[in-house]
T-cell receptor, first 113, second 115 residues
Framework: DGGITQSPKYLFRKEGQNVTLSCEQN?????MYWYRQDPGQGLRLIYY???????QKGDIAEGYSVSREKKESFPLTVTSAQKNPTAFYLC????????????FGQGTRLTVV | AQSVTQLGSHVSVSEGALVLLRCNYS??????LFWYVQYPNQGLQLLLK??????LVKGINGFEAEFKKSETSFHLTKPSAHMSDAAEYFC?????????????FGKGTRLSVIA
């Protein structure tokens, strides 16, 4: 079945460590997105990529980095520079066209311990 | 720039009662609008979307929404609430009128259904 796979489901990180969240899609979508979700804040855009080897900062990119070496993959690295990384992270992809919906993965819950 | 406002962070209804979740948008161009549902610790699932054409849009699980340009609204309704409807609901607008620019989401409305 086509879809988006995020791994791991739960992730624990010690302060000062970098950690990478995986996102893979087999929907042949051009665009991929990373959102952060905190209670009462809705979804806030971290980074997005419209094509391989290109990506743009979203509203809250500080302390995060991404790469897009393959169409299917868009990993997110949470660096030690991110001051409050504990959150629920959602990856999404979308076919070309602003009238198309985004498809979401099941999310990764990151906790800093 | 596009933006979305969801009125009410928490709505509580009795089982069998009407569900009404409010969404107002701001857009400098004709918008594309979406409603998503999220169950705890899961991703978002599309309920319905408005692109062009009929302003009353029907979605999954008995939900529907009406696009009202004059009111810049896209409220979500369901005639009779079911316990399984308890979840968080997000309204979103498509940013820009071309390409794969990101969806902009509201802050969400949590729906509780009381037996």
């Amino acid at each position: 079945d086509g879809g988006i796979t995020q791994s791991p489901k739960y992730l624990f990180r010690k302060e000062g460590q970098n950690v990478t969240l995986s996102c893979e899609q087999n929907l042949n979508h051009d665009a991929m997105y990373w959102y952060r979700q905190d209670p009462g804040q809705g979804l806030r855009l971290i980074y997005y990529s419209q094509i391989v080897n290109d990506f743009q900062k979203g509203d809250i990119a500080e302390g995060y980095s991404v790469s897009r070496e393959k169409k299917e993959s868009f990993p997110l690295t949470v660096t030690s520079a991110q001051k409050n990384p504990t959150a629920f992270y959602l990856c999404a992809s979308r076919h070309r066209g602003s009238n198309t919906e985004a498809f979401f993965g099941q999310g990764t819950r990151l906790t800093v311990v | 720039a596009q933006s979305v406002t969801q009125l009410g962070s928490h709505v509580s209804v009795s089982e069998g009662a009407l569900v009404l979740l409010r969404c107002n948008y701001s857009s400098s161009v004709p918008p594309y609008l979406f409603w998503y549902v999220q169950y705890p610790n899961q991703g978002l699932q599309l309920l319905l979307k408005y692109t062009t054409g009929a302003t009353l849009v029907k979605g999954i699980n008995g939900f529907e929404a009406e696009f009202k340009k004059s009111e810049t609204s896209f409220h979500l309704t369901k005639p009779s609430a079911h316990m399984s409807d308890a979840a968080e609901y997000f309204c979103a607008v498509s940013k820009g009128n071309s390409g794969n620019t990101p969806l902009v989401f509201g802050k969400g409305t949590r729906l509780s259904v009381i037996a």
